[in-house]
């Protein structure tokens, strides 16, 4: 092969919950290398997380995981031209594109709400996702129904 495989950059863990993913979360988050907002947009939707949760009940960072999982789409269509039409070929995710688009997902649909801060549309949204609603997942449930649909044209897979 003529390229060379690409390295993945080691992803340091954040200080306060010392995680990977919610390092790769805040980079999705982050705008213009402001790094340090990002992660106090985080760390401020978390404490409303917290703040919204019942007593003794699952702390904040496993509430956005299970969000995170709960938005994580397993199909989706891409589009393949053969012989002069087009066809919406349904495929499996690879791994690290699940977690990447389920992380874009609740970040765009957390930006299109309405409210005061990032940090409470950021908290809004993780609720949401982990309660099975909100904007992300309907958009998970869509790429889903697409899926399902073009089921037929799964064998031109490439």
Do not use: C
């Amino acid at each position: 092969m003529r390229k060379i495989k690409k390295q993945n950059r080691v992803i340091v863990p954040d200080p306060v919950y010392n995680d990977q993913t919610v390092t790769r979360f805040v980079n999705h988050l982050m705008y213009d290398g402001k790094k340090n907002t990002a992660f106090g947009i985080f760390y401020d939707s978390m404490n409303v997380v917290n703040g919204k949760l019942p007593e003794g009940e699952t702390s904040p960072v496993e509430v956005w995981k299970k969000a995170l999982e709960n938005i994580t789409p397993v199909v989706e269509v891409k589009s393949r031209r053969i012989g002069g039409a087009t066809f919406q070929v349904p495929t499996e995710i690879r791994a690290d594109r699940k977690e990447s688009i389920s992380m874009k997902n609740l970040i765009l649909f957390a930006r299109k709400r309405s409210g005061r801060s990032m940090a409470e549309r950021l908290a809004a949204e993780i609720l949401d996702a982990y309660n099975n609603q909100g904007g992300a997942f309907k958009k998970k449930e869509e790429m889903h129904r697409m899926a399902e649909a073009n089921r037929a044209f799964a064998h031109f897979k490439f």
